[in-house]
């Protein structure tokens, strides 16, 4: 997640330059055909652009609003796991206070959940904007631990090699730690380790870690709807393609109120204006798309890995143990993903 004070405009530029060039490219031949070869009659009347641009910005803005919306419900999730994972790291402990070996593999577990989980939510999928050509030159400013290092690295780190012989036969693999962690406490309670109130407790965080998870893969295993992304195109392409034309007979009207150099050669103009709206339409577009898949690998999503890393070194915290990782922010201003 980009933690600067703002996006300077010459980033901006830099992560739309693709768009920007064919948005000149779509000014320029209007003014070829009506300037340069006389072909008065693809002038298109301003009413017609003036309603189309209402159009793609009331469809606009609908769009990326639910896009922040998705954005939103993916931090509140993960804000949540951060939140009961502190409060299992506790309970793990307190309730365990006489067999130590059993509340730090609780805990193990526990951050071994999260990290499955984590890579989970890495996983590429088709509808996601992560590997456009705009989006992967700019991943030179930021870190995706994903992509760095193994999954299977990462979970040696907190379970016995017995577990991890398992655990890579099952499907999902942050459904199978909690099971894991279920029959621990089962075990546990059989024993007499823990009374019922805890068994109960502590089922009860198990349940709640299965309900975050399943938020979480939900927001990742849904795109948002497809037909309103190809009409919000659709609508954008449209408007930034007929732009151009409707101004052709405004801007060559203005000859008349000037003089010198300009004078017959108004209609350049275009170029410019027609350009900066356009780019305006399809800038917004371009950060709600990069908004609306929170867990895709790209400079705005939620900082998963952050709050996992962070998670981690509070329960190693708990645990008296030293902390492995540094995770600290990265010098561009943006923050380790």
């Excluded at 307190?94 to 071994?112: C, F, G, R, V």
């Excluded at 275009?270 to 609306?292: D, M, R």
Aim: aromatic letters at 14%.
């Amino acid at each position: 997640m980009y933690i600067g004070k703002s996006y300077n405009l010459f980033e901006f530029v830099i992560w739309t330059k693709g768009r920007i060039y064919t948005l000149l490219l779509l000014g320029f031949i209007p003014i070829c055909l009506y300037h340069i070869l006389g072909i008065k009659w693809v002038a298109i009347p301003w009413s017609v652009i003036a309603m189309l641009g209402t159009a793609t910005a009331f469809i606009l803005g609908f769009k990326n609003n639910l896009s922040y919306n998705r954005s939103i419900e993916a931090q509140d999730v993960w804000t949540s796991i951060l939140s009961n994972s502190r409060s299992w790291g506790l309970v793990s402990k307190d309730y365990l206070q006489n067999n130590s070996e059993t509340s730090t593999t609780l805990i193990y577990n526990h951050m071994a959940w999260v990290t499955a989980l984590r890579y989970s939510m890495r996983e590429t999928k088709s509808w996601e904007s992560t590997n456009k050509k705009h989006n992967i030159k700019y991943r030179k400013h930021f870190k995706i631990p994903e992509q760095q290092t193994p999954l299977e690295e990462e979970l040696a780190k907190y379970l016995v090699a017995e577990e991890l012989q398992n655990i890579y036969k099952v499907k999902n693999i942050s459904t199978y730690i909690l099971s894991l962690q279920s029959k621990t406490l089962k075990y546990l309670y059989e024993k007499q380790e823990i009374n019922v109130t805890q068994f109960v407790d502590m089922e009860k965080s198990i349940k709640e870690f299965y309900n975050l998870q399943g938020k979480s893969e939900h927001i990742k295993q849904s795109p948002f709807p497809r037909q309103y992304n190809i009409i919000n195109n659709l609508l954008i392409q449209s408007f930034s393609f007929l732009l151009p034309y409707g101004l052709l007979a405004d801007f060559n009207s203005l000859n008349e109120s000037v003089c010198g150099f300009m004078k017959g050669n108004m209609i350049w103009l275009i170029l410019p204006f027609s350009c900066l709206i356009s780019w305006l339409y399809s800038s917004i577009a371009q950060v709600g798309e990069n908004t609306e898949n929170p867990f895709e690998g790209g400079a705005n999503d939620v900082p998963i890995s952050q709050i996992s890393f962070q998670l981690e070194a509070e329960l190693m915290d708990m645990l008296g143990e030293v902390n492995f990782r540094d995770f600290d922010i990265d010098q561009n201003n943006i923050i380790i993903l």
